[in-house]
């Protein structure tokens, strides 16, 4: 791998399925929309 050249603003995100309403949380540099209070 080459260095320096991957994201270093990885955070937890919450995905959400919307065929079938399942979510899941992954690490992710993803601009998120919605916060969810409390959780982390």
Do not use: C, E
């Not at 320096?4 to 399925?17: G, Q, S």
């Not at 979510?23 to 919605?34: G, H, L, Q």
């Amino acid at each position: 791998m080459k260095k320096d050249i991957h994201p270093k603003d990885y955070r937890l995100v919450v995905f959400k399925d919307m065929s079938n309403d399942d979510t899941f949380m992954t690490k992710s540099t993803v601009a998120t929309k919605i916060q969810l209070p409390g959780r982390w």
